[in-house]
């Protein structure tokens, strides 16, 4: 798929390396240490521009289509609904009603794998190889804690921005977003 759809691998990487990152801090307070859910998350990380290929307007959407329906050798039907609904929900307004699609057990674990695609993405949203800063997360059921250096935050006000528009977005679904800063690069 990355080929055939020309997706750009050192983005992909990027968002991918993220994900893992954030995922890896949050996954015992989360109980998220089924590899399942490293795994698809992962490969939609991978995928996640790969609406890219069909327009660059609600490319997401477009994306979530083609995981959902193509023919994926490997993947069962319900392992490609859930990186359909990471793909579709990893930027602008959280679309809610796709979380209800899913099977029960799986809408916990979509709704958080889906905060730390958003993220993911959002700190790699200049396409750039800049270098992030030390991201602490603080999990305790529904509220995220995030604490970044207040000096990169300043030196990148548009991540900044949408961090702040993030709040808004993850509030749809129940999660609750802080930020704290600190003096560290």
């Given at each position: ?30 109980r ?13 990380a ?129 999660l ?10």
């Amino acid at each position: 798929l990355i080929k055939r759809y020309q997706i750009e691998v050192e983005q992909a990487e990027r968002v991918s390396q993220t994900a893992l990152s954030i995922f890896d801090s949050v996954k015992q307070a989360w109980r998220l240490q089924a590899s399942t859910f490293r795994d698809l998350l992962v490969r939609a990380a991978y995928l996640h521009e790969i609406g890219l290929a069909v327009s660059h307007t609600a490319f997401h959407k477009h994306g979530a289509y083609l995981i959902r329906y193509a023919d994926l050798p490997g993947f069962s039907r319900q392992e490609q609904q859930i990186m359909a609904v990471l793909v579709r929900c990893h930027r602008r307004k959280v679309d809610v009603q796709v979380f209800n699609e899913l099977p029960a057990a799986w809408y916990r674990p979509a709704i958080l794998l889906t905060l730390i695609m958003r993220l993911a993405a959002l700190f790699h949203h200049a396409r750039s190889a800049i270098a992030l800063p030390a991201l602490e997360f603080k999990v305790s059921g529904r509220d995220i804690g995030l604490k970044i250096s207040r000096t990169w935050l300043a030196n990148n006000p548009l991540t900044a921005a949408d961090l702040e528009q993030e709040k808004n977005y993850l509030a749809m679904v129940g999660l609750n977003l802080s930020l704290t800063t600190q003096r560290l690069q």
